[in-house]
């Protein structure tokens, strides 16, 4: 062969790794950019930073981002939110969604988590920083001194502070009450707190309080439920409360606190 011959051949070889090379990096990056269809529980969301944080099936927490133009169905809930938006969605709300380069694009709400009322759009009982919430609760413990009230709600319990010590007059265990929630800096307090009703002895059961869930697994004489996207095991008053319940069902109950447990006593 040639020297010029050979010259040649080098050029082509060259220009075929090249064009190797590029068709290579092309295919990796459509790989990348391969649409994601994907499913979990809603944990938080920030509409500051269109970030959302999801559970997915196997229980890991990841944040996502969420395009400003994601498009929102409702296949649960349709009736409640007539016009959906991407602000609609929030905990614990179990959803279907796809994604482009890691960012949601399609979101489907196929739960919504919990049962449509007049207040449901309107409220958020799930914590997150600077948000205000409106609390439905049954108080377990109360500690003026302290400017401390814990409460259960949705089936989570919770101590909250209050911004005046003054609002736990009169506060025992036992009682319904609304609360509602303001942020200074960092903290959550309490601004607003008023007594439905209810009240109980010291050793005897608090109020009822409804919630609803899905059943990851039952095991008598106990429960587990999701509720709020965290997982809480609950005793029974009667097994054959859970005769038809089996994982995976979606439920709506009524429990009570009885020494340091919560057992539920009927199922809707």
């Not at 990841?62 to 969605?89: E, I």
């Not at 949705?154 to 942020?183: F, H, Y």
Request: net charge positive.
């Amino acid at each position: 062969m040639s020297r010029h011959e050979a010259l040649r051949v080098k050029a082509f070889a060259t220009v075929g790794a090249g064009m190797l090379c590029a068709l290579l990096s092309l295919a990796a990056s459509a790989a990348a950019e391969a649409p994601e269809y994907l499913r979990g529980n809603i944990v938080s969301v920030d509409w500051g930073s269109y970030t959302m944080q999801l559970k997915d099936p196997k229980g890991r927490v990841v944040t996502w981002k969420v395009s400003r133009n994601a498009t929102v169905k409702f296949t649960d809930g349709a009736g409640v939110f007539r016009n959906p938006k991407v602000q609609d969605l929030r905990p614990p709300m179990y959803i279907h969604f796809m994604a482009e380069s890691q960012v949601i694009q399609e979101i489907d709400v196929r739960e919504l988590g919990f049962v449509p009322g007049a207040d449901d759009t309107q409220t958020n009982s799930s914590r997150q920083p600077g948000v205000s919430r409106t609390l439905n609760a049954v108080v377990t413990a109360s500690d003026p001194g302290r400017g401390h009230i814990e409460v259960e709600h949705d089936g989570i319990r919770e101590t909250l502070s209050v911004a005046n010590k003054g609002l736990l007059d009169g506060v025992g265990a036992g009682q319904r009450v609304t609360l509602v929630t303001d942020w200074v800096g960092q903290n959550e307090l309490v601004a607003q707190l008023k007594i439905l009703g209810g009240g109980s002895r010291p050793g005897s059961p608090s109020g009822a309080t409804t919630a609803t869930g899905r059943v990851v697994r039952v095991s008598l004489p106990t429960v587990v439920i999701n509720v709020g996207g965290r997982d809480q095991s609950y005793g029974v008053s009667d097994p054959r409360v859970l005769k038809d319940v089996r994982a995976g069902d979606r439920i709506r109950f009524t429990y009570e606190r009885r020494g340091g447990s919560s057992v539920i006593t009927a199922i809707e």
